[in-house]
């Protein structure tokens, strides 16, 4: 028992592919993050655009 702990306690073979894991899991999170500020950021100015417009639009068709 003690020498199949000792051999898988060596054995690195998985290693590089747990490294590979890690630092795909972290290009994906930081695309992410990336795609969610920039989509957030163009659904509110898109938002605000068009209640200007419609605003503007409303007040010169209907006046007060």
């Known amino acids: 028992m003690l020498r199949k702990i000792k051999f ?3 054995n690195d073979s998985g290693a590089v592919t747990v490294d ?4 795909t899991a972290a290009v994906v999170g ?5 795609w969610a500020s920039a989509y ?3 659904v509110t100015g898109v938002a605000g ?3 200007d417009a419609v605003n503007a639009f409303s007040s010169t068709v209907f006046p007060d």
């Open 8 to 10: 898988f306690w060596q």
């Open 30 to 34: 930081l695309a992410m993050a990336a």
């Open 40 to 42: 957030d950021a163009s």
């Open 49 to 51: 655009s068009t209640g």
């Open 20 to 23: 590979w894991v890690v630092l």
